[in-house]
């Protein structure tokens, strides 16, 4: 069979030049190897589909489709041979990627995998000097990036080779000679190397295994959602983040998948696509899922397009989960996770939050819902003892979706794996059911707009101006982007336009305050320690005191 023999309908793009075979028929006996030998390797879904569904429909740019799964498989296969043989790559190389959302960026993820090399995904939000330590932390080999010199300048000083996508660039590796079969992948090697924003200034890379990623997708379908080839996910969220991380689950489905035209979060065009495409699935951040419940209730949209709408990475209240679920109906689930265990501690699953009758709903609607199929979840205290039903302690958690660890950074591997156990960090309480309700953040950690902002971080950037002399970042509570960031500052003679300069000069953009309080001193404890409780709590005594009335559901 020729490689045209696998469209369906009109011809998808195929790549510019180089011969069409059809590396992925059914009777190529390396492939029928992969049967049994390479069974861990994330590009391994999307040989499977493209096998048994070529034709079914692949990608698309908003409406437009472009590629089915046979010229998805084949352009990621060409990706991994130009990787390997074109530029001389070996298996287990770090490629980076900072790029807004594309079309090709699904493509190049498939692809890097497909050549046995691990993905280092880059917030596009961060600032170069941000993207240069991860470049330089992580060895990258390569950086991937749509126009942007700063992104150039950054991967120079880190001496990481730079390619441009799309582009010519881009045009000469969909030229190369296609990689076949996929490169073996063993279940501890590294597939995802991920920067978390660092409490001391120092982003630390998660390492993400195959054997991770395997398991975040089985707990996609016990857990959160089955899928067909009849779904759709629509990519308004970071590819970057976890909303790239669950291409895996629809590729092994051969499902649909949509880059909306505008690169990210519209609420107008993501409904118009959902009504478009149908059975429509997205990951959101609570700030998303917010946006999009008050534009459709505006004009009292149809939610019929909508499949499952699945939101996490930050403070979903309990007002606003009634409110999304009288526009939406059954479509919302929540999961609970962290990079060091994408997506997997818990989930509050549709029935949960459907549920109106059972005696403990409005208790369940508040909590994070009930440990994943394939991980364990333990409140415990400072010994890592587990705490009884009720009692508020450190949340933990282990299986195989848990880390191998960090990134060349024992110290904090050590700190964060004990036993067995990933320490999150987070606090919260666990009923007799098995219901998990996060109660604080030990480690300060903020979420804006479903991004992970560290206070530590922004202090020192702050610190470094002559006229602070102490400042204190904490979050608050904000109907837009979850939580704002808010810097109370201590100095003398100095502006939030100062401020903001010495920001943007360091740190990303939404890092960045929504708020300067110039204070004469810092509520501090007997050992001098900020009490950043108090700030927060001040916060949040007058925004209870503005509040509107209570909004009916």
């Known amino acids: 069979m020729t490689w045209a023999g696998w469209a369906s309908g009109p011809p998808c793009p195929g790549p510019p030049q180089g011969p069409r075979r059809a590396f992925l028929g059914a009777r190529s006996p390396a492939l029928e190897r992969l049967s049994w030998s390479r069974p861990l390797n994330p590009a391994r879904h999307l040989l499977r589909s493209a096998r048994l569904f070529p034709r079914a429909p692949a990608l698309f740019h908003g409406t437009k489709r472009l590629l089915d799964y046979a010229g998805l498989a084949e352009r990621a296969a060409r990706i991994a041979g130009f990787l390997r043989r074109d530029l001389g790559l070996s298996e287990g190389e770090r490629v980076a990627i900072y790029m807004n959302n594309t079309?090709?960026?699904?493509?190049?993820?498939?692809?890097?995998?497909?050549?046995?090399?691990?993905?280092?995904?880059?917030?596009?939000?961060?600032?170069?000097?941000?993207?240069?330590?991860?470049?330089?932390?992580?060895?990258?080999?390569?950086?991937?990036?749509?126009?942007?010199?700063?992104?150039?300048?950054?991967?120079?000083?880190?001496?990481?080779?730079?390619?441009?996508?799309?582009?010519?660039?881009?045009?000469?590796?969909?030229?190369?000679?296609?990689?076949?079969?996929?490169?073996?992948?063993?279940?501890?090697?590294?597939?995802?190397?991920?920067?978390?924003?660092?409490?001391?200034?120092?982003?630390?890379?998660?390492?993400?295994?195959?054997?991770n990623l395997a398991a975040m997708t089985a707990c996609y379908f016990l857990d959160v959602d089955d899928i067909s080839r009849e779904d759709a996910t629509i990519y308004a969220a970071p590819f970057s983040h976890g909303a790239?991380?669950?291409?895996?689950?629809?590729?092994?489905?051969?499902?649909?998948?949509?880059?909306?035209?505008?690169?990210?979060?519209?609420?107008?065009?993501?409904?118009?696509?959902?009504?478009?495409?149908?059975?429509?699935?997205?990951?959101?951040?609570?700030?998303?899922?917010?946006?999009?419940?008050?534009?459709?209730?505006?004009?009292?949209?149809?939610?019929?397009?909508?499949?499952?709408?699945?939101?996490?990475?930050?403070?979903?209240?309990?007002?606003?989960?009634?409110?999304?679920?009288?526009?939406?109906?059954?479509?919302?689930?929540?999961?609970?996770?962290?990079?060091?265990?994408?997506?997997?501690?818990?989930?509050?699953?549709?029935?949960?939050?459907a549920s109106d009758d059972h005696p403990n709903w409005e208790a369940r609607l508040a909590s994070v819902g009930v440990a994943q199929s394939l991980v364990e979840v333990r409140v415990a205290n400072e010994s890592g003892a587990a705490l009884p039903p009720g009692e508020t302690g450190e949340v933990l958690v282990r299986g195989d979706a848990v880390m191998a660890g960090y990134w060349r950074n024992e110290e904090a591997t050590r700190a964060a794996l004990r036993e067995g156990w990933l320490w999150t960090g987070d606090l919260g309480t666990l009923d007799a059911e098995g219901f998990l309700t996060l109660k604080d953040r030990s480690k300060d950690l903020i979420i804006s707009g479903g991004s992970n902002v560290y206070p530590r971080e922004i202090e020192e950037v702050l610190l470094q101006h002559p006229r602070v002399h102490e400042v204190s970042v904490v979050g608050r509570r904000d109907a837009q982007w979850g939580e704002a960031v808010v810097a109370f500052v201590v100095g003398t003679g100095v502006s939030p336009e100062e401020l903001d300069a010495l920001c943007l000069e360091n740190i990303a953009r939404f890092k960045r305050p929504k708020q300067y309080r110039f204070v004469q001193s810092l509520p501090k404890n007997n050992y001098g320690k900020v009490l950043k409780t108090q700030l927060r709590a001040e916060l949040e005594a007058e925004l209870t005191a503005r509040a509107p009335s209570h909004r009916g559901t």
């Open 103 to 211: 079309p090709e960026y699904l493509e190049l993820l498939q692809g890097v995998w497909w050549a046995g090399m691990a993905v280092v995904p880059v917030n596009a939000r961060l600032h170069p000097r941000e993207l240069a330590f991860i470049l330089e932390d992580s060895a990258a080999a390569l950086l991937l990036v749509s126009q942007d010199s700063d992104a150039q300048s950054a991967a120079i000083a880190t001496r990481a080779r730079v390619l441009q996508v799309p582009g010519p660039d881009h045009a000469r590796m969909l030229r190369a000679s296609p990689l076949e079969p996929p490169a073996y992948r063993g279940p501890d090697d590294l597939a995802w190397l991920f920067y978390t924003s660092g409490t001391t200034g120092r982003p630390k890379g998660v390492m993400q295994t195959t054997r």
């Open 244 to 353: 790239g991380m669950y291409n895996l689950p629809f590729i092994l489905r051969a499902a649909r998948h949509v880059v909306p035209e505008s690169g990210g979060f519209d609420p107008t065009e993501l409904h118009g696509l959902a009504q478009w495409h149908g059975r429509a699935c997205l990951f959101a951040a609570p700030t998303m899922v917010r946006r999009l419940v008050e534009s459709m209730a505006a004009c009292g949209a149809d939610p019929g397009g909508f499949k499952t709408l699945v939101y996490g990475g930050g403070p979903m209240y309990l007002e606003d989960i009634k409110h999304a679920r009288y526009i939406l109906g059954n479509r919302l689930v929540q999961i609970y996770g962290q990079g060091e265990s994408p997506m997997t501690i818990t989930c509050l699953s549709r029935e949960q939050i």
